[in-house]
Nanobody, 123 residues
Framework: VQLQASGGGLVQAGASLRLSCAAS????????MGWFRQAPGKERDFVAG????????RYADSVSGRFTISRDNAGNMVYLQMNNLKPEDTAVYYC?????????????????WGQGTQVTVSS
């Protein structure tokens, strides 16, 4: 499974971005998917996760109410809609495919990782 994240960029605080993650195989339709982010000098943190059918989602407290994760299994895509961006959202964002069909906030539950896309939010 290969994952390709895109959609990052440089925006001002309060703006919106939509990240996309394209999977190379339909395998991900049976996997939970997640988004993580890593800021310079910090560990990789969980952002959002979604179960394989999309019926269960979870979010980090820092993004709850501002970010929305969704997926299109037919198109092998996962999305992260990010609204009201803040400077502290600045990081490289990674999509990942879980080992199971569930959403998870634990990085060790994810088997496949994309290359990351940079999101920079200026104040």
């Amino acid at each position: 499974v290969q994952l390709q994240a895109s959609g990052g960029g440089l925006v001002q605080a309060g703006a919106s971005l939509r990240l996309s993650c394209a999977a190379s195989k339909r395998t991900t339709s049976n996997n939970g998917m997640g988004w993580f982010r890593q800021a310079p000098g910090k560990e990789r943190d969980f952002v959002a996760g979604i179960s394989w059918r999309g019926g269960n989602t979870r979010y980090a407290d820092s993004v709850s109410g501002r970010f929305t994760i969704s997926r299109d299994n037919a198109g092998n895509m996962v999305y992260l809609q990010m609204n009201n961006l803040k400077p502290e959202d600045t990081a490289v964002y990674y999509c990942a495919a879980a080992r199971s069909s569930f959403s998870s906030s634990n990085p060790s539950d994810y088997a496949y990782w994309g290359q990351g896309t940079q999101v920079t939010v200026s104040s």
